[in-house]
């Protein structure tokens, strides 16, 4: 019984952090529930620095004279 809730809040720990930095980049929260698969969570973190994130589409664009 203690190794299931030391898993779950393990579990817990490492994708609550991760559900809101999804969030707040635009992408689903739910995606963060990859991040405690092995070797998934390494492409989603590089997906996550690499994408283009829809929070901020449109805000990079230059200003027009």
């Keep these: 019984m203690g190794f299931l809730v030391a898993l779950l809040t ?37 997906y996550l620095a690499f994408a283009e994130w829809p929070a901020l589409r449109g805000r990079n664009q230059p200003t027009q004279m």
Excluded: R
Excluded at 28 to 34: E, K, S, V, W
């Design 10 to 46: 393990t579990g817990i720990i490492i994708v609550l952090p991760f559900w809101f930095i999804f969030s707040k980049a635009g992408f689903p929260g739910a995606l963060a529930i990859l991040m405690i698969i092995p070797f998934v969570n390494l492409v989603m973190i590089f």
